[in-house]
C-alpha cells in the first residue's frame, strides 16, 4: 500500500515544496502541522511585495514571527503605500521586519517611492550578497555596512547631479567591497566603489555633463584600478561620446565585452560617426568578442528596414577582418550580429527577444542575400549556403534559387516558420 502524503518522509516533502509554486506550497503546508512544519521555509524562502495590501501582511507577519523571517533569502519590494499615516504605520512594522532577516542573501528596492528607504539606515543583514537599491542619502552608509557584497546595482531615479571638472577625488569616499565582482550605477557611485573591489564587469550610467566636462581618460583610469582587469564594460549614456570610446579604448586594453546604450532623442548623424569609430577599439582591443551599440527607445516589432541590415553586415564583416576574435556583435537596428563560422567570418542577423516579424525580416534578407550572391556579392563564402540551409532548409533555398534564375532577378517572396525551417511562398501576379 503507496503511504498517504502526511507519511512521506521528511526530504520528499522538502523536494515537493522547493519545486512547486507559493501557492501550492501554502496548500500543502495547511495538511497538517507536521508538513507545515517542513514547508514553511519554501513560503518564505523568497518574498516579492508587489503590492501594498501584501507589504503590510508580509511585514508584520516577519516582524512578529522571528522563525519565519530567519527562513526568508530574498526580498523585493515592488511597491510604495500611497497614504501617509498608512506609510508611517508600515514603516515602523517593515523596519521591526527587517531587523529580524538575518540570512537575508538578495535584496532588490525598486519601489518609485523613495520614502521607504529611512527603513534601511540602521539595516544590517551579515549574509548579504546580491543588492539592488535606488541611489539616496541612505545608499552610501547602506552599503558600507554590507562589505561581503558579490552585485551592486544603484539606480538613481533621475540623474542630473551638478558636478565639477575636476577628476574624483576618490580617497576620502572609498568604499570598499573586496568581495564585489559586478557593479551597476552611476560613474560618481562606481568611482566610489571600483576601486576597491574585484569588479570585473561593471555597467556604468554616465552623467552628460561629466562627458562634456571632464577628463575621461582620468575616469577610466580610476575604473581601471579595480583588483581585477575589467572584461564586460556598458556604457549607458545620453549622447555618443567618441572621446569617452577613446578613453576605454586606451585605458581597458583587456576588454573582452563592450557595449553603449545611448538613452536620449535619437540622432542617426552622431550615431553614424560613433559607429564608424568603432573600427579603431575593435583593432585595439585585442580580445575584445562581443560588442554593442543601441539606441532608446527600442523601435516597435516589425518596423526593421532592411536597408538598415545592409549596412551594418558590411561593418560586422569588416570588424571580423579584423578581430578574429569578435563573435558578436549587436547594432542600432537591434540584430544580434553572430559570427557563425569564425574562420571564414560567416555572420548572421539573429534576434535576440522573441520578436517574430523582426526575426522573419532579418531571415528574408539574409536568404536575399546569398541567393544573389552569385551575381553582386562575389566574396560570400560556401559557408553563408550552409548557414542559409540550416536556417531555412535545404528545400525552401532550392525553389528560391530556382526562381531568381528562372526570372533573372530576385523575386519578391513570403517566408513563414514550418517543421523543416522556412516555407516560402510567392505573390500570384494580378490577372
Known amino acids: 500500500m503507496s503511504p498517504m502524503l502526511p507519511d512521506l518522509p521528511v526530504e520528499i516533502i522538502a523536494l515537493i515544496s522547493e519545486f512547486s509554486s507559493i501557492a501550492a506550497v501554502v496548500a500543502l503546508s495547511q495538511t497538517n502541522r507536521r508538513i507545515h512544519s517542513i514547508c514553511f521555509r519554501y513560503i518564505y524562502r523568497v518574498v516579492e511585495l508587489e503590492d501594498s495590501a501584501r507589504a503590510v501582511k508580509w511585514s508584520t507577519t516577519l516582524a512578529t514571527n522571528n522563525p519565519y523571517a530567519q527562513e526568508v533569502r530574498k526580498l523585493k519590494l515592488l511597491c510604495h503605500i500611497s497614504c501617509e499615516h498608512s506609510r508611517r504605520r508600515f514603516n515602523a512594522t517593515f523596519h521591526s521586519a ?36 535606488p541611489l539616496s542619502l541612505y545608499t552610501d552608509p547602506f552599503v558600507r555596512r554590507h562589505p561581503g557584497l558579490i552585485s551592486l546595482y544603484v539606480l538613481p531615479e533621475q540623474y542630473h547631479m551638478q558636478i565639477s571638472s575636476t577628476p574624483p577625488d576618490i580617497s576620502a569616499a572609498e568604499i570598499r567591497l573586496p568581495n564585489l565582482r559586478t557593479f551597476i550605477g552611476p560613474e560618481t557611485f562606481a568611482f566610489k566603489v571600483v576601486p576597491h573591489s574585484s569588479a570585473s564587469r561593471i555597467s556604468v550610467m554616465w552623467n552628460t555633463r561629466r562627458l562634456l566636462l571632464c577628463n575621461l581618460s582620468s575616469d577610466i583610469a580610476t575604473l581601471a584600478l579595480s583588483r581585477t582587469e575589467i572584461l564586460t564594460l556598458d556604457n549607458i549614456v545620453g549622447i555618443w561620446d567618441t572621446s569617452l570610446l577613446s578613453a576605454i579604448v586606451a585605458g581597458l586594453p583587456h576588454l573582452l565585452k563592450l557595449g553603449f546604450w545611448n538613452v536620449s532623442v535619437p540622432n ?164
Open 268 to 431: 542617426s548623424d552622431s550615431q553614424n560617426i560613433f559607429v564608424s569609430r568603432l573600427d579603431v577599439a575593435v583593432a585595439n582591443l585585442p580580445g575584445l568578442t562581443s560588442l554593442s551599440v543601441l539606441q532608446s527607445p527600442l523601435r516597435a516589432p516589425g518596423l526593421l528596414n532592411p536597408r538598415d541590415l545592409d549596412a551594418e553586415f558590411d561593418t560586422v564583416r569588416r570588424w571580423g577582418s579584423i578581430a578574429p576574435t569578435l563573435r558578436s556583435a549587436v547594432l542600432p537596428s537591434e540584430t544580434a550580429w553572430a559570427r557563425v563560422y569564425a574562420r571564414d567570418n560567416v555572420w548572421y542577423p539573429a534576434t535576440k527577444s522573441p520578436n517574430i516579424p523582426d526575426m522573419l525580416i532579418r531571415v528574408a534578407w539574409f536568404l536575399r542575400r546569398v541567393v544573389s550572391s552569385s551575381d553582386s556579392d562575389s566574396d560570400l563564402g560556401p559557408g553563408y549556403a550552409r548557414v542559409a540551409e540550416d536556417v531555412a532548409g535545404k528545400d525552401t533555398l532550392s525553389v528560391l534559387r530556382a526562381e531568381f534564375e528562372r526570372l533573372g532577378r530576385m523575386p519578391e517572396f513570403a517566408i513563414a516558420p514550418s517543421v523543416r525551417g522556412m516555407s516560402i511562398s510567392f505573390p500570384v501576379p494580378a490577372a
Open 98 to 133: 527587517l531587523s529580524n532577516l538575518k540570512n537575508l542573501e538578495n535584496l532588490h528596492l525598486s519601489t518609485p517611492h523613495l520614502g521607504i528607504l529611512p527603513c534601511f539606515s540602521d539595516a544590517h543583514f551579515p549574509k548579504l550578497r546580491i543588492c539592488s537599491l
